[in-house]
T-cell receptor
Framework: AQSVAQPEDQVNVAEGNPLTVKCTYSVSGNPYLFWYVQYPNRGLQFLLKYITGDNLVKGSYGFEAEFNKSQTSFHLKKPSALVSDSALYFCAVRDPLSGGYNKLIFGAGTRLAVHP | DAGVIQSPRHEVTEMGQEVTLRCKPISGHDYLFWYRQTMMRGLELLIYFNNNVPIDDSGMPEDRFSAKMPNASFSTLKIQPSEPRDSAVYFC????????????FGEGSRLTVL
């Protein structure tokens, strides 16, 4: 079955330190991978996506993600965390069995808490 | 750009009542998705449309749930009759097909069924 896994329910980081939010995927064929962020009482917002090309993808708000095919991972990273980065982060993969339609399968989410 | 517009933002109703949630997608987007978010089950895809046609409704939990998209600028998700376990935040999202999976979410409709 196509899926993504986010192994950490919560990640705690001190402001100014680098952050990593982990995601692994299980997809047949070439994956289309995404990161979304959800702030309290808001809808999800797109951060970045990987379809093909460079393994390091840059996105909004200074975030980037590294695609690693051998480890089937797509970890979200930021060199220096801000308190305002505190939110719920979702990894997602486009379902290749949806026949080319834009059906996304989301992970369970990881709560990022950045402490001053 | 107005973004995806959902109404109502909050709905409190009693068990057995009919609930209708509404969504206006971003103009020009040819995909529309309905998701449900709860603490226990996370984010679940209920149904999605492409060019107003339902493509996959396998996530619709029961016959009590129905969704329509009568035109490109409007969709509804209806629950009849509602039950307390339907309490959740319901999100509508739209996407232009050319963006390959980039979804634009509305602010959500928080439903509480007493």
């Amino acid at each position: 079955a196509q899926s993504v896994a986010q192994p950490e329910d919560q990640v705690n980081v001190a402001e100014g330190n680098p952050l990593t939010v982990k995601c692994t995927y299980s997809v047949s064929g070439n994956p289309y991978l995404f990161w979304y962020v959800q702030y309290p009482n808001r809808g999800l917002q797109f951060l970045l996506k990987y379809i093909t090309g460079d393994n390091l993808v840059k996105g909004s708000y200074g975030f980037e993600a590294e695609f690693n095919k051998s480890q089937t991972s797509f970890h979200l990273k930021k060199p220096s965390a801000l308190v305002s980065d505190s939110a719920l982060y979702f990894c997602a993969v486009r379902d290749p069995l949806s026949g080319g339609y834009n059906k996304l399968i989301f992970g369970a989410g990881t709560r990022l808490a950045v402490h001053p | 750009d107005a973004g995806v517009i959902q109404s109502p933002r909050h709905e409190v109703t009693e068990m057995g009542q009919e609930v209708t949630l509404r969504c206006k997608p971003i103009s020009g987007h040819d995909y529309l998705f309905w998701y449900r978010q709860t603490m226990m089950r996370g984010l679940e895809l209920l149904i999605y449309f492409n060019n107003n046609v339902p493509i996959d409704d396998s996530g619709m939990p029961e016959d009590r749930f129905s969704a329509k998209m009568p035109n490109a600028s409007f969709s509804t998700l209806k629950i009849q009759p509602s039950e307390p376990r339907d309490s959740a935040v319901y999100f509508c999202a739209s996407s232009p097909g050319r963006e390959g999976g980039k979804l634009f979410f509305g602010e959500g409709s928080r439903l509480t069924v007493l």
